[in-house]
């Protein structure tokens, strides 16, 4: 089906810079230079610059970047490692894959990480916890990190929805032991395909890191360091993202304002709770523009009717997905929001008349 409003526009942002697109790819195929080569190097030195970390070690998706962070800060049989049900399979399965035991707590009415409940699930197995920044809203890492501290924990951010964003003057990944981020096509940042990045302040943890996404090597391809994996995020899609990261702070911009024309077009809408809003202490990137409706399916029925392409993230939480078995979890919160949460359109390249356009479908199904 063709929507009049795509939940996103690959195509619209390809055309509006097509000769930045095709110089980059011109210039890196010209030169040869595929792996792990200067076009890498200076897009890991402008995100670790940007996140405000020292080191920044990119690979190839947002999974490998969890999977070899749970890996260098060695979780594994025997450990729990805390985190959330409402989130992406691969947070949960990070730790899974790496031998340790996931342990779920409930999400706040943000989304994001309970804070109160992370204590109570802290056992003597406890050894890391995984914070999840959501939709580009921050989670209360001040509070996670003093439990982090008080108990000999390590962190680490997924922030895979949330480079830009901040809590209380810091970004989002300069929190944690390690945070990860992801460049999947339709992140705040996105690559022609899948993409990853480690960001940590630790050098030894960097080294580590490095070894593992290049089967073991870091300095000498003759010299093998550990067994490692092969999870290189490539020249030409570093590339490609370091031209398109010039213009991401103007890309934040263009989605807080979209964000406002939502807030402003859904005021008064009884029943209808929208995305948290940007704070004092929450600088909000609106990775996704989240709406709460009793009559979910309803509402998502007509605006696809409307031509208004939507998506559901979750529609079936981590927890109740029967062959993860992890259904022992008593998580009231986060199956409320998974029957009610819809995400509308939300990307730079939208136009003023087809938000209006989103807004009057919805207050069309109001009324």
């Known amino acids: 089906m063709a929507y009049k409003v795509p939940f996103v526009n690959y195509k619209r942002q390809y055309q509006q810079l097509k000769g930045e697109f095709d110089g980059v790819f011109e210039k890196v195929m010209s030169g040869g230079d595929f792996i ?29 970047a969890l999977y070899l962070s749970a890996h260098a800060l060695e979780f594994g049989p025997g450990d729990e490692v805390i985190t959330v049900a409402h989130t992406f399979v691969a947070t949960v399965g990070a730790i899974v894959q790496c031998g340790a035991t996931p342990v779920l707590v409930d999400v706040q009415d943000d989304f ?3 804070v109160d409940r992370i204590e109570e699930a802290i056992t003597t197995k406890t050894k890391g916890i995984i914070p999840v920044h959501l939709n580009g809203h921050a989670c209360e890492m001040d509070r996670i990190m003093e439990l982090a501290e008080k108990y000999g924990l390590k962190v ?36 022609p395909g899948d993409g990853g990045m480690v960001c940590t302040n630790d050098d030894s943890l960097a080294r580590k890191l490095r070894a593992f996404r290049d089967n073991g090597r870091v300095d000498n391809v003759e010299v093998i360091e550990c067994f490692g994996w092969n999870t290189r995020l490539d020249n030409l899609h570093a ?59 309803k509402l998502v029925e007509h605006l696809r009717k409307a031509g208004v392409e939507v998506l559901i ?24 929001i998974s029957a009610e949460v819809v995400s509308l359109p939300m990307y730079p390249e939208l136009s003023d008349e087809e938000v209006d356009y989103v807004i009057k479908a919805v207050l069309d199904f109001y009324s």
């Open 36 to 64: 792990l080569r200067r076009h890498l190097e200076t897009f890991e030195k402008n995100i670790a610059a940007f996140v405000g970390t020292k080191h920044a070690i990119g690979v190839n998706t947002g999974t490998d």
């Open 239 to 297: 590339a490609i993202l370091d031209m398109k990261f010039r213009y991401f702070d103007k890309w934040i911009q263009r989605r807080r304002e979209i964000a406002q024309m939502y807030d402003d077009g859904f005021i008064g809408i009884d029943g209808l709770l929208s995305h948290p809003r940007s704070s004092n202490d929450y600088f909000d990137v609106y990775q996704n523009y989240v709406i709460r409706f009793k009559e979910r399916d």
């Open 156 to 191: 680490i951010e997924d922030a895979a929805q949330a480079l830009g964003a901040s809590f209380k003057g810091n970004q989002c990944g300069s929190f944690g032991d390690t945070a990860i981020f992801s460049f999947y096509p339709a992140k705040m940042l996105g690559a």
């Open 112 to 114: 994001n990480i309970d």
């Open 313 to 336: 993230s979750w529609p079936n939480p981590m927890h109740k997905q029967k062959a993860l078995e992890l259904s022992h979890f008593p998580l009231a919160m986060t199956e409320h």
